[in-house]
């Protein structure tokens, strides 16, 4: 009996095809919901937090702490907030330090996507003390990790693979960041650009769904968006394109200083003769210091970033909160405090772009903070279309699309060709582990079995005994050579096993008599010639073999080659050879042929 696996009917289609999405996507719609009502929990917890630091009232009204009287008592509110942020990170847990997403990216990367029920409390309740006590953080890294740990929570409760655990996370994740922003359409990109590391629709679909569910129930619970509405501008020229991406290139070397900045600041904190439980004490200090010198630069700054949509913050104003919101985030960062990265991202770029806007000769200030946003957001991000959509979603400004695509395309390439990696995978490195973040259709997808295989097989009668066939490998017959397992005929031509050079060795010490047919494998493992590559190499993985016998579908006893390593290999090499290899144009008549001479590649044949 030859052995089958895989499922025919799907074996060429577009997508991978699975009815569990139904289940994953009615489990996102809960995990949505629930993710609405942690977003305003957190909003309220650091509304409370900040009243009752700041202005000594006990009240949950969301405001912000620039406009307290406290003078030089501040230091003693940012310093006590980074303490008790210190204590919960090293009698709690440590996962709840930092700006979130790394945290999230390394539950998916080494943890199968589980995290626990502490991680899930503390996270919120230490970014509340942080931000509610003066950190000039935003509330979305850490949204976003404290809706990933429920969304795996949630994934935990039920038998799932760490694949669908992983979307339940990014869910979670995504429908955090939706419902503190009202931003739907960008925590969905987000989720793809940096959680999933696939485009997929198993993936995809349910996490737009938590993040669309998220969405809709933040309307009843914070409000409607959108969050920083502005006017809407009108279109710019061409004239105008071009220059926002000069700003974007602008806003690249700033995400490029901004990054080293921030690790530069870490690997300071790393050298101090102290336990990390007190660095962000002296990460409060800093920012109390910067808070007093400009009150601006404190808490979350939604405020600062609506005077900078509308223009009413420029010149001097605008260059002290450039700096200072650079030097007071990046030192409070790296101390290994708890708090997120888009708001202090978009108060940093908006800036700049508020102090650019002076030598712009087109478009208002308001206009060029607002692609400055976009552009430093996805530059050190490194999620330009992220940064599109989310600031689109903020302000509903669309005619300003393409000037925020020029600029955030602009960032995105600088900060590619300048830096090995973002603010949010530099940290992911430093832990020993290497995030791949360029998302492509696997080559053993798109190549078939027929493409990759060998016609030239050489089969051997089922009568043929062991001797005789160790005779030809002695002799070293250049067709027994080729190969390390031989399939099998009978008498009629026919498919019947396969033998290896394995069972060949075992079965000439016990009977050198013995047939092929009695020493290998009946009934092998199969492959037809329509199938993917991709279809092939799992057989081999799961039935831990190395060599696969390809026959007709209509006739799975007639034998038309034969796939081995080899031919996996080559299915690789030929993505190489279409990244590296440079053909010869009709400018150039003299390509370069260093490729196909090392790799021994042509152009014509497609295989070595």
């Avoid at 808070?291 to 260059?319: C, F, H, K």
């Avoid at 772009?353 to 996805?378: F, H």
């Avoid at 690789?572 to 150039?588: F, H, K, T, Y």
């Amino acid at each position: 009996m030859i052995l089958e696996t895989g499922q025919h009917g799907d074996r060429l289609a577009d997508f991978t095809r699975d009815r569990r999405i139904i289940v994953l996507s009615l489990l996102a719609a809960v995990i949505g919901a629930l993710g609405a009502l942690v977003a305003q929990g957190l909003v309220w917890l650091i509304g409370a937090v900040t009243n009752i630091a700041f202005y000594g009232r006990w009240s949950s009204l969301f405001v912000s702490p620039a406009a307290n009287t406290l003078g030089i008592a501040v230091l003693l509110v940012t310093v006590a907030g980074g303490v008790m942020i210190g204590v919960m990170a090293r009698y709690g847990s440590e996962k709840i330090r930092g700006h979130g997403i790394p945290e999230a990216l390394e539950a998916i990367l080494v943890g199968s996507s589980r995290m626990d029920m502490k991680v899930a409390v503390l996270k919120p309740l230490s970014s509340a003390l942080s931000i509610g006590t003066g950190g000039p953080f935003g509330a979305e890294g850490p949204i976003i990790m404290t809706g990933g740990a429920f969304g795996s929570l949630v994934a935990q409760l039920f038998r799932l693979s760490p694949a669908e655990r992983k979307t339940l996370l990014v869910a979670g994740a995504a429908a955090g960041m939706s419902a503190i922003f009202a931003s739907p359409a960008a925590a969905t990109l987000l989720a793809v650009e940096l959680l999933l590391f696939e485009w997929r629709p198993r993936s995809f679909i349910p996490v737009a769904v938590a993040a669309s569910v998220a969405a809709a129930c933040r309307v009843p619970l914070l409000g409607p968006g959108p969050v920083f509405p502005v006017t809407m501008h009108g279109p710019l020229n061409g004239e105008g394109i071009a220059l926002a991406f000069g700003v974007g290139i602008v806003a690249g070397l700033a995400s490029a200083a901004l990054t080293s900045l921030v690790y530069g600041c870490e690997d300071l904190f790393q050298r101090l003769p102290i336990h990390w439980m007190w660095w962000p004490a002296i990460g409060g200090l800093c920012v109390g210091i910067g808070g007093i010198l400009d009150p601006r630069i404190l808490g979350v700054g939604y405020d600062t970033i609506r005077q900078l949509l509308s223009g009413r913050m420029l010149g001097a104003a605008a260059i002290g909160l450039l700096v200072g919101k650079a030097i007071v985030w990046s030192v409070a960062l790296g101390s290994g405090t708890s708090g997120g990265v888009l708001a202090p991202l978009l108060i940093i770029g908006g800036a700049l772009g508020a102090v650019e806007a002076r030598w712009i000769p087109t478009g208002d200030p308001g206009l060029w903070a607002m692609i400055s946003m976009a552009a430093m957001m996805g530059g050190t991000m490194r999620s330009p279309l992220t940064a599109m959509v989310f600031t689109l979603e903020l302000t509903h400004d669309v005619s300003a699309l393409p000037a925020l695509l020029a600029a955030c395309i602009g960032a995105h390439a600088l900060t590619v060709l300048l830096l090995r990696r973002s603010i949010l995978t530099e940290k992911v490195a430093r832990h020993g582990h290497h995030v791949a973040r360029e998302y492509s259709v696997d080559p053993l997808e798109s190549l078939r079995v027929a493409e990759v295989m060998d016609t030239g097989v050489f089969a051997i009668p089922e009568a043929m005994t062991l001797a005789e066939l160790e005779a030809r490998l002695a002799r070293r017959d250049p067709e027994v050579m080729k190969h390390h397992a031989y399939p099998i005929i009978d008498a009629d031509g026919g498919l019947a096993g396969i033998i290896t050079r394995s069972d060949l060795l075992r079965g000439i010490d016990v009977n050198p008599g013995m047939t092929v047919l009695e020493a290998g494998s009946r009934g092998p493992i199969v492959v037809y010639p329509d199938e993917t590559v991709r279809d092939a190499a799992r057989r081999m993985l799961t039935g831990n073999i190395g060599r696969l016998p390809v026959v007709r579908r209509d006739n799975p006893r007639q034998l038309v080659g034969y796939l081995g390593r080899p031919g996996i290999l080559a299915a690789r090499l030929r993505r190489i050879r279409d990244d590296e290899e440079r053909e010869p144009g009709w400018l150039l008549p003299v390509g370069s042929r260093r490729v196909a001479e090392t790799t021994g590649f042509s152009p014509a044949r497609g295989k070595p």
